[in-house]
């Protein structure tokens, strides 16, 4: 319970603190905005046109009697724009992170600059970072859709799937929606993907307690929008509590001009 609280306190403290730094916020509202822009243009979109591609995607249901045919068609197309929504729900995140990752790379640094003992920065070429980012969260998203076939599946169990299910799967959105805005603090201490996620499942508290409050707000249109920076933030204030970082201070012999040395761990 105690990680758990914790979890919240850093969701808290990353909305506070991009309220103190104004403009901190206003850089990481931009990609989450234009990200939502662009969503919303793609559903409106398939919302027009499904039924059109579900047509031209059963052509040997085109001699079918009604109501038969309404019927068939408009499941599918209900299963179309659902399964687009869906998909929506679980890379908006992913794909705002992507955009904006310069934007929030200088969030989060910001972060470790005003906390102290920052780590100093990974240095590599923006295209680097860039597919670094996005490879890593083409290998979140495809766990995320494994999870998600599964729940879906065993969402026609009887009564397990209208009590379990749905609290299990946003158990697993917090968390893997922890993990993706941790990427942007522990990449600047490059730690790759297998490390960040054995360091969240040996706090699992603190990854639900961080992750699962922002899949709840989430579902609220927009509120993603606004709560993306604050949430960059508070990944930050996590990553600093997973891995404090230290650095060595003057020599032995007093020395103040002795440059600071990092030294960041993965804890086994």
Same mark, same amino acid.
């Given at each position: 319970?105690?990680?758990?609280?914790?979890?919240?306190?850093?969701?808290?403290?990353?909305?506070?603190?991009?309220?103190?730094?104004?403009?901190?916020?206003?850089?990481?509202?931009?990609?989450?905005?234009?990200?939502?822009? %662009?969503?919303?243009?793609?559903?409106?979109?398939?919302? #027009?046109?499904?039924? =059109?591609?579900?047509?031209?995607?059963?052509?040997?249901?085109?001699?079918?009697?009604?109501?038969?045919?309404?019927? #068939?068609?408009?499941?599918?197309?209900?299963?179309?724009?659902?399964?687009?929504?869906?998909?929506?729900?679980?890379?908006?995140?992913?794909?705002?992170?992507?955009? %904006?990752?310069?934007?929030?790379?200088?969030?989060?640094?910001?972060? =470790?600059?005003?906390?102290?003992?920052?780590?100093?920065?990974?240095?590599?070429?923006?295209?680097?970072?860039?597919?670094?980012?996005?490879?890593?969260?083409?290998?979140?998203?495809?766990?995320?859709?494994?999870?998600?076939?599964?729940? #879906? !599946?065993?969402?026609?169990?009887?009564?397990?799937?209208?009590?379990?299910?749905?609290?299990?799967?946003?158990?697993?959105?917090?968390?893997?929606?922890?993990l993706e805005l941790t990427g942007v603090p522990f990449q600047r201490r490059? @730690?790759?993907?297998?490390?960040?996620?054995?360091?969240?499942?040996?706090?699992?508290?603190?990854?639900?307690?961080?992750?699962?409050?922002?899949?709840?707000?989430?579902?609220?249109?927009? @509120?993603?929008?606004?709560?993306?920076?604050?949430?960059?933030?508070? !990944?930050?204030?996590l990553v600093r509590d997973l891995m404090p970082y230290e650095?060595?201070? !003057?020599?032995?012999?007093? =020395?103040?001009?002795?440059?600071?040395?990092?030294?960041?761990? @993965?804890?086994?």
């Amino acid at each position: 319970m105690r990680d758990l609280a914790a979890g919240i306190r850093h969701l808290a403290h990353g909305q506070r603190w991009v309220a103190r730094n104004g403009g901190a916020y206003g850089i990481g509202l931009l990609p989450a905005l234009i990200t939502f822009v %662009g969503y919303v243009a793609a559903l409106v979109a398939l919302a #027009f046109w499904a039924g =059109d591609l579900t047509a031209w995607a059963t052509p040997f249901a085109d001699g079918w009697g009604s109501p038969w045919q309404g019927l #068939f068609r408009g499941l599918l197309t209900a299963v179309l724009f659902g399964g687009g929504l869906l998909l929506a729900v679980l890379s908006f995140t992913a794909v705002t992170l992507l955009v %904006g990752d310069p934007f929030y790379e200088a969030i989060s640094g910001r972060v =470790d600059q005003s906390e102290g003992g920052a780590p100093p920065a990974p240095g590599l070429p923006l295209c680097r970072e860039l597919f670094r980012s996005a490879r890593d969260s083409l290998r979140v998203l495809l766990r995320v859709a494994a999870f998600a076939v599964v729940l #879906f !599946a065993a969402g026609f169990i009887p009564v397990i799937g209208q009590t379990v299910v749905p609290v299990v799967g946003f158990a697993v959105s917090g968390f893997f929606l922890a993990l993706e805005l941790t990427g942007v603090p522990f990449q600047r201490r490059s @730690v790759p993907l297998r490390d960040r996620l054995r360091l969240l499942r040996g706090r699992m508290g603190l990854a639900l307690g961080f992750g699962v409050p922002l899949a709840l707000a989430f579902l609220v249109p927009l @509120v993603a929008v606004f709560l993306m920076p604050g949430a960059v933030a508070g !990944a930050t204030f996590l990553v600093r509590d997973l891995m404090p970082y230290e650095e060595s201070g !003057a020599g032995d012999d007093g =020395d103040e001009g002795q440059d600071a040395t990092p030294s960041v761990s @993965v804890p086994e």
